[in-house]
């Protein structure tokens, strides 16, 4: 069978995470002509098993990693304006007692064992203090309201804490829909020229001609494609290295450090809306943070993990670690039964030589081989927060080899996001008033997703019936369509995991029936083309 040919194009990005969303979306949004390969479903990895915050990072402050912490947080505010469906502030409440602890070897406990060393590897509250006061004026914050103290004895923060917690220190951050950000890097980019593929695996990658011949393969069909690029960009995540070695076959001395970060979902612990940081004896920092209405998330940890390949799964170590870690500030004794969910996920850190997992940056670096002809830009670590920015200094290595205009991202609302930072109570305010047969529920979870567009899913419907086919928990055919459509979506899973988390509250036998009706209508649209 012949190979199917393309257009030559500008840029051919592998990996549909955050990192490869991102810079498909600011590449077209500059006039140039982008395809990328996903080879599964976009967010499939890291970027759906993150903790879900858009943060500076309060303790890489220990490491002096205050680039980083300060581009982190002025991108904070830059993206909280462009996406205020999915991303919102919080707050976050920061227990003190006496044995926090540093973890392991940082700079700071370094530093402080030399001109104090009766401290031993204490964390003292001064030290807290001044590292919130560099995280309130790092980055110029101008929405986020700053650090205050709390009287855990009176306050509903204290409620459900210890009774040996009295004091905490609140400060600001935000959240936001790790899987429905890349999904919307996605869209925005294929509206403006991008060619976006998912289920497609690149078998190898090589240079022709002062060009990339990349030649790719439909996982679900068999069938292979081959197209030519004047640049090729990896953003493999987990899989940057095995990308280097095994499909473009380029030596390379820059690797990945593959960190998992593994996360427990329980019953809501909680009634307020306030994150928990909690400190452990052994230095590390976990969070306990309001989740999905009726759920608390609870991580993450830090482990080495040696094999992109091997599906990262929190063990059984870990789900008791965390465990233990949050029942030494809540009252009430979480167990094993109280736990609905977990997850894990691969953080692919550039590997910088550090001594443990926790250490190693997160911080990201961007490395172009120009050597053989055709440049390739290798895209090692980043974090989530600012994703924004890898992309904006990507298109400046891009830059240095095709012809691009400059930035234009920041402010640059996503879909759905075209409307007031402080809106959100009125966009589903008026969801309400004008299709009122959503619950309180149905329509702050619509508007949560998918912001203004939530209208175009509901379109006249005046009734619930006129969404087509219930699925269950508010989850209707109207707008599984609408995530086949215009999302991608291609799986029950694809759906009710990395669309939205009502995998939450949907029975097996529901998300079975949702993914039979899915197969079903692909089928038939197969047949009709």
Request: charged share 25%.
């Amino acid at each position: 069978m012949a190979q199917a040919q393309t257009q030559t194009v500008d840029l051919f990005v592998i990996g549909g995470g955050i990192n490869g969303c991102g810079i498909a979306r600011d590449a077209s949004g500059r006039g140039l002509t982008v395809t990328l390969a996903e080879m599964n479903d976009l967010a499939w990895a890291t970027s759906s098993s993150s903790t879900k915050l858009f943060h500076g990072g309060l303790r890489y402050l220990e490491y002096f990693e205050f680039r980083l912490v300060r581009e982190a947080l002025i991108e904070r505010e830059t993206l909280l304006r462009a996406m205020p469906h999915i991303s919102w502030p919080m707050r976050f409440v920061l227990p003190y007692h006496k044995d926090m602890r540093f973890e392991n070897d940082t700079p700071t406990s370094r530093l402080l064992s030399l001109f104090m060393p009766w401290m031993k590897g204490r964390r003292p509250a001064w030290l807290i203090r001044l590292g919130l006061f560099m995280y309130d004026h790092l980055g110029g914050r101008k929405i986020l309201p700053g650090t205050t103290s709390v009287d855990l004895t009176s306050g509903p923060e204290g409620a459900p804490l210890q009774d040996r917690f009295e004091t905490a220190y609140e400060y600001s951050d935000c959240w936001v829909e790790d899987s429905r950000l890349v999904m919307l890097n996605a869209r925005d980019a294929e509206a403006r020229g991008a060619t976006i593929m998912t289920r497609t695996k690149v078998i190898s990658a090589e240079r022709e001609n002062d060009l990339w011949r990349v030649e790719t393969q439909d996982v679900e069909t068999g069938a292979t494609t081959v197209h030519h690029a004047r640049m090729l960009v990896n953003a493999g995540g987990p899989w940057v290295g095995d990308i280097i070695q095994t499909k473009v076959r380029i030596n390379s001395r820059e690797g990945v450090r593959l960190v998992r970060g593994s996360h427990i979902v329980t019953k809501r612990l909680f009634d307020h809306d306030k994150c928990y940081f909690f400190q452990g004896t052994d230095g590390r920092i976990i969070f306990a943070i309001p989740y999905e209405n009726d759920f608390t998330l609870i991580g993450t940890t830090d482990a080495e993990q040696t094999d992109p390949e091997k599906k990262p799964v929190c063990t059984p170590e870990e789900r008791a670690y965390l465990v233990n870690f949050a029942n030494a500030y809540f009252k009430a004794e979480i167990t094993d039964a109280d736990i609905v969910w977990t997850y894990s996920g691969v953080r692919p850190l550039y590997d910088d030589g550090a001594s443990s997992a926790t250490a190693a940056t997160r911080d990201y670096t961007l490395k172009v081989d120009a050597n053989g002809g055709a440049p390739l830009l290798n895209i090692f670590g980043g974090k989530i927060t600012t994703y924004r920015r890898l992309a904006e200094s990507a298109l400046e290595k891009i830059g240095e080899h095709l012809s691009v205009s400059g930035p234009w991202t920041a402010g640059v609302s996503l879909p759905g996001g075209d409307f007031p930072v402080d809106g959100f109570e009125n966009l589903v305010r008026d969801l309400q008033r004008d299709f009122d047969f959503l619950t309180a529920f149905h329509a702050r979870r619509l508007a949560r997703a998918y912001g203004t567009d939530a209208r175009k899913i509901l379109g006249r419907a005046v009734t619930l019936q006129d969404l087509g086919r219930d699925f269950g928990a508010t989850l209707t055919e109207s707008e599984v369509v609408w995530l086949m459509q215009k999302e991608y979506a291609r799986t029950a899973e694809d759906v009710v995991w990395r669309r939205n988390k009502l995998g939450l509250r949907l029975e097996e036998t529901q998300i079975t029936a949702l993914n039979d009706w899915m197969a079903q209508r692909r089928q038939s649209a197969q047949v009709a083309e």
